[in-house]
């Protein structure tokens, strides 16, 4: 599904004295099948936005549109449940909502509010636990005797239970130790690629930006300040400072580098092994200015 | 009892939450010396925060013994342990008690009954001390989450605990979050006479350490210097760690056919070492 903002401004408590803009004259484009990261400092307007993307709020001023969805300002939002039956929205620390007595429950319980059968829902229960990495024997135990680990990743389970078109992850590895934050990444793009999802990542990390996205927007005081291909947008080492953001390591190391023995190595997201090969060629006296 | 030097000693402790569950920790032993800053680093559930409630008698271990500044930690010694070991946990938002930062400073000094003369002095040092003595007056809400958590340090600060536990304290904060509390760390490290022990299971966070414990599965799995660990990195990926990109860079380099001698813990000691061969071809 297409995914568009325009002019897009959101102001929470308005009309009072406490009224703060979020998010101010926003607009983007995604097309459908985009695997997107935004990125922004802590109070950039993040979660707001994201609680556009299912009409959890309806913008102050200007249009979403998600698909053949519309939210404004002056209509009521028509159709919303359909809307969020579309839009699956992974919230930080999901395992906080977790409430059923059954992981199988628990994970039933989107698609049965979205009006799905019960074979239908049992299939997609069996499905989605896999899908997480959890094996069938847990669909009967309790969620809250799980790790923080395994909790997260029913209620993740849940989300992709009602099978979304898009995908939106609020740091969805936040907390998790380093393997199992790269096995859930794998896991979302896996996912994004079989099921064809739009999908959409708030992020920290500009590792996990760069790995995965193919389309990076970041924002600042509820604007957009930069937008484009990773490669593109993270080399800008001023212009993310000045938001206080920080160029992915890799980008950093390059630049000092470049600096010390005056070459221009470009990020290209090559990996270390092949960043290596590059610095290898240089020290060895190869070709040194490529 | 223990020697002077030793502030935490861990003997062949055993922990488990219940008869029928498996075992936490598996014959646990280490130590921690005087002003020695110490890091745990382990995957989830490879029982690195139960070593830190077991230290301040949150939780008593069926076998073993723990040894706080000299005294057995049990029922009739915690309230004296945890005098001597501060902790500050991963939500920031979960352990502001005052309505300012200076209310919520004085709450555990007013606790333990401090003249107010003190207590002035104290708040003072201590805010000096994380670099945020220009909030003494703000609420909570209005500070980012690393500010919060360098509150949290204060507070354990002003009440002198001979050691200082971050558990995961790093965890739910952004990158820059994340620098700001490792360098108040280290800050602290050199100019407070207070052990730290830091848990985590971010690399990126043990450069500084003097030592790092680490766990695997309930059992101390290696102790070494972080430079030594960051060699052993197909280990580390094997128990569900990873390194930091400037050790596996590193690695990348060696198999190109870089004599790298020393192992690099940052950007400059790798630069620095490639500068060298660069100028001796």
Same mark, same amino acid.
Not at chain 2, 47 to 60: C, D, P, V
Not at chain 2, 244 to 261: D, N, R, V
């Given at each position: 599904?297409?995914?568009?903002?325009?002019?897009?401004?959101?102001?929470?408590?308005?009309?009072?004295?406490?009224?703060?803009?979020?998010?101010?004259?926003?607009?983007?484009?995604?097309?459908?099948?985009?695997?997107?990261?935004?990125?922004?400092?802590?109070?950039?307007?993040?979660?707001?936005?994201?609680?556009?993307?299912?009409?959890?709020?309806?913008?102050?001023?200007?249009?979403?549109?998600?698909?053949?969805?519309?939210?404004?300002?002056?209509?009521?939002?028509?159709?919303?449940?359909?809307?969020?039956?579309?839009?699956?929205?992974?919230?930080?620390?999901?395992?906080?909502?977790?409430?059923?007595?059954?992981?199988?429950?628990?994970?039933?319980?989107?698609?049965?509010?979205?009006?799905?059968?019960?074979?239908?829902?049992?299939?997609?229960?069996?499905?989605?636990?896999?899908?997480?990495?959890?094996?069938?024997?847990?669909?009967?135990?309790?969620?809250?005797?799980?790790?923080?680990?395994?909790?997260?990743?029913?209620?993740?389970?849940?989300?992709?239970?009602?099978?979304?078109?898009?995908?939106?992850?609020?740091?969805?590895?936040?907390?998790?130790?380093?393997?199992?934050?790269?096995?859930?990444?794998?896991?979302? +793009?896996?996912?994004?690629?079989?099921?064809?999802?739009?999908?959409?990542?708030?992020?920290?990390?500009?590792?996990?930006?760069?790995?995965?996205?193919?389309?990076?927007?970041?924002?600042?005081?509820?604007?957009? +300040?930069?937008?484009?291909?990773?490669?593109?947008?993270?080399?800008?080492? #001023?212009?993310?400072?000045?938001?206080?953001?920080?160029?992915?390591?890799?980008?950093?190391?390059?630049?000092?580098?470049?600096?010390?023995?005056?070459?221009?190595?470009?990020?290209?997201?090559?990996?270390?092994?092949?960043?290596?090969?590059?610095?290898?060629?240089?020290?060895?006296?190869?070709?040194?200015? #490529? | 009892?223990?020697?002077? *030097?030793?502030?935490?000693?861990?003997?062949?402790?055993?922990?488990?939450?219940?008869?029928?569950?498996?075992?936490?920790?598996?014959?646990?032993?280490?130590?921690?010396?005087?002003?020695?800053?110490?890091?745990?680093i382990?995957?989830?559930?490879?029982?690195?925060?139960?070593?830190?409630?077991?230290?301040?008698?949150?939780?008593?271990?069926?076998?073993? *013994?723990?040894?706080?500044?000299?005294?057995?930690?049990?029922?009739?010694?915690?309230?004296?342990?945890?005098?001597?070991?501060?902790?500050?946990?991963?939500?920031?938002?979960?352990?502001?008690?005052? $309505?300012?930062?200076?209310?919520?400073?004085?709450?555990?000094?007013?606790?333990?009954?401090?003249?107010?003369?003190?207590?002035?002095?104290? &708040?003072?040092?201590?805010?000096?001390?994380?670099?945020?003595?220009?909030?003494?007056?703000?609420?909570?809400?209005?500070?980012?989450?690393?500010?919060?958590?360098?509150?949290?340090?204060?507070? !354990? &600060?002003?009440?002198?605990?001979?050691?200082?536990? &971050?558990?995961?304290?790093?965890?739910?904060?952004?990158?820059?979050?994340?620098?700001?509390?490792?360098? $108040?760390?280290?800050?602290?490290?050199?100019?407070?006479?207070?052990?730290?022990?830091?848990?985590?299971?971010?690399l990126?966070?043990?450069?500084?350490?003097?030592?790092v414990?680490v766990?695997n599965?309930?059992? !101390?799995w290696d102790e070494s210097h972080p430079r030594e660990l960051f060699s052993k990195q197909d280990d580390l990926l094997a128990i569900?760690l990873d390194v930091?990109?400037?050790a596996s860079?590193?690695k990348?380099?060696?198999? $190109?056919?870089?004599?790298?001698?020393?192992e690099?813990?940052?950007?400059?000691?790798?630069?620095?070492?490639?500068?060298?061969?660069?100028?001796?071809?």
């Amino acid at each position: 599904m297409d995914i568009t903002f325009e002019n897009v401004s959101y102001i929470y408590q308005q009309h009072s004295p406490f009224a703060h803009k979020a998010i101010d004259q926003l607009s983007f484009h995604i097309p459908s099948g985009t695997f997107v990261a935004i990125v922004g400092h802590t109070g950039s307007g993040k979660s707001t936005l994201i609680q556009h993307l299912n009409g959890l709020v309806q913008p102050t001023a200007g249009k979403v549109k998600i698909g053949d969805f519309e939210l404004t300002a002056e209509k009521k939002p028509k159709h919303l449940k359909q809307l969020r039956s579309k839009v699956g929205v992974v919230f930080q620390y999901p395992e906080h909502q977790l409430f059923e007595e059954t992981v199988a429950k628990d994970i039933s319980f989107g698609p049965k509010n979205f009006g799905v059968g019960d074979s239908e829902i049992q299939r997609r229960v069996t499905e989605a636990l896999q899908a997480v990495g959890l094996s069938a024997d847990y669909v009967e135990r309790s969620p809250f005797d799980l790790s923080g680990g395994q909790m997260r990743r029913v209620a993740i389970a849940g989300v992709l239970a009602t099978k979304p078109n898009v995908l939106v992850l609020d740091e969805p590895t936040a907390g998790l130790d380093p393997r199992g934050q790269k096995e859930m990444m794998e896991m979302f +793009y896996e996912r994004h690629r079989s099921e064809q999802l739009t999908t959409i990542l708030v992020t920290h990390s500009m590792e996990d930006a760069v790995t995965y996205a193919d389309h990076v927007i970041i924002l600042n005081k509820g604007s957009k +300040y930069m937008e484009g291909k990773p490669e593109e947008v993270f080399v800008q080492k #001023e212009a993310l400072q000045q938001v206080q953001l920080d160029v992915p390591e890799m980008v950093a190391f390059i630049n000092r580098w470049n600096e010390k023995f005056h070459t221009k190595l470009p990020f290209t997201k090559q990996s270390e092994r092949e960043l290596a090969t590059a610095i290898t060629a240089v020290l060895k006296g190869g070709k040194s200015h #490529e | 009892m223990s020697s002077n *030097e030793k502030l935490v000693e861990f003997r062949n402790v055993s922990f488990r939450y219940g008869a029928e569950q498996p075992w936490v920790l598996k014959n646990c032993s280490f130590e921690i010396d005087r002003e020695e800053w110490v890091a745990i680093i382990g995957h989830n559930g490879s029982g690195k925060s139960t070593i830190a409630k077991l230290m301040n008698g949150l939780l008593f271990p069926q076998e073993g *013994e723990i040894y706080v500044a000299g005294k057995k930690v049990q029922e009739d010694t915690i309230w004296d342990v945890r005098k001597d070991v501060g902790m500050v946990f991963q939500n920031p938002d979960n352990q502001f008690v005052g $309505t300012t930062v200076q209310d919520d400073v004085a709450f555990g000094m007013e606790n333990r009954g401090f003249p107010r003369e003190e207590m002035l002095q104290r &708040l003072d040092d201590v805010l000096h001390a994380v670099g945020m003595v220009d909030y003494r007056l703000t609420e909570p809400h209005r500070l980012s989450g690393g500010q919060k958590q360098r509150i949290a340090i204060a507070s !354990v &600060l002003a009440v002198s605990p001979k050691v200082l536990i &971050l558990d995961e304290a790093t965890a739910m904060l952004d990158p820059r979050g994340r620098r700001d509390i490792m360098q $108040t760390v280290a800050h602290l490290q050199a100019n407070k006479d207070v052990s730290l022990l830091t848990i985590t299971h971010d690399l990126q966070e043990i450069v500084q350490a003097d030592r790092v414990i680490v766990m695997n599965e309930g059992q !101390v799995w290696d102790e070494s210097h972080p430079r030594e660990l960051f060699s052993k990195q197909d280990d580390l990926l094997a128990i569900g760690l990873d390194v930091p990109f400037i050790a596996s860079l590193a690695k990348a380099l060696k198999q $190109t056919g870089i004599p790298i001698t020393k192992e690099p813990l940052n950007h400059e000691e790798l630069l620095e070492e490639l500068w060298t061969l660069h100028s001796r071809t």
